[in-house]
């Protein structure tokens, strides 16, 4: 009975924060015309870079209410980044003109946009090799490629829950003034474990430090662990 009432209450939710078809096809269309206007300036700018849509919306586990669209724009190793200031932000802002946005700052400067009342990140990056990163913004890309193996319809909606408690609880977002659990980590969570539930009853059993280890990288290992955490 009590099984049944909870999963009864995640059916609801599921509804409530799942993207209707209608939703979804808005936000891809919107997120392919970017591509195209980015597309087409990088190309009248004579500038060498691939665009691929990344986070949440890539992998379809964005919630209804929040469907922020992540582009990446991959330049090859040798673009200068001092440029992402200067030609970067300037193709950025053509490829949305007409829409609000403000220049934003992480490691570099990346563009924030209000299109069609949706927020986009237009990101720079560089199409660096696994470990040999010039910006932390270069691991996204395998971020998304990886997270996608695993993903069907069912796990896509048991990571919409699971973001969804997170936000409930004011611990979803790996900012600095949240220190929480990103949009990533959920995903990765949900992999391991299988669900949503199955999420929270393992953390119910924390007691310390834990490492989710899902290609098996570090059995065997556990000494290397000991020591990158001490």
């Known amino acids: 009975m009590k099984n049944n009432a909870i999963n009864n209450i995640l ?3 599921l509804k409530k924060i799942k993207p209707s078809v209608e939703e979804r096809e808005r936000i891809l269309s919107l997120a392919e015309k970017l591509s195209s206007n980015l597309k087409e300036e990088l190309e009248n700018a004579n500038l060498n870079a691939e665009v691929r849509v990344e ?7 964005w919630l209804s209410e929040n469907p922020d669209i992540d582009i990446f724009v991959r330049f090859p190793l040798d673009f200068p980044k001092e440029k992402f200031r ?7 802002k053509k490829a949305t003109k007409g829409a609000k946005y403000i220049e934003r700052f992480a490691e570099h400067p990346y563009l924030e946009a ?3 009342a949706v927020r986009v990140n237009i990101v720079p990056c560089y199409a660096s090799k696994p470990r040999e990163w010039k910006s932390a913004t270069d ?12 993903l069907n319809e069912q796990l896509c909606d048991e990571i919409r829950l699971l973001k969804k408690f997170m936000q409930g609880i004011g611990v979803y977002g790996a900012e600095i003034k949240i220190g929480g659990f990103s949009g990533y980590l959920c995903e990765l969570l949900v992999i ?17 430090r834990l490492v989710i280890d899902l290609e098996k990288y ?8 000991d020591l990158m955490f001490k």
């Open 11 to 13: 059916k609801e939710v």
């Open 114 to 116: 209000i299109v069609d």
């Open 55 to 61: 986070g949440s919306v890539a992998k379809d586990t």
């Open 86 to 92: 200067t030609e970067f932000l300037q193709i950025a």
């Open 218 to 225: 570090y059995e065997g290992r556990e000494r290397d662990l």
């Open 139 to 150: 691991r996204t890309p395998y971020h998304t490629d990886y997270v996608k193996k695993f």
């Open 192 to 208: 391991n474990y299988g669900n949503f539930r199955k999420v929270l009853e393992n953390f119910a059993e924390w007691k310390r």
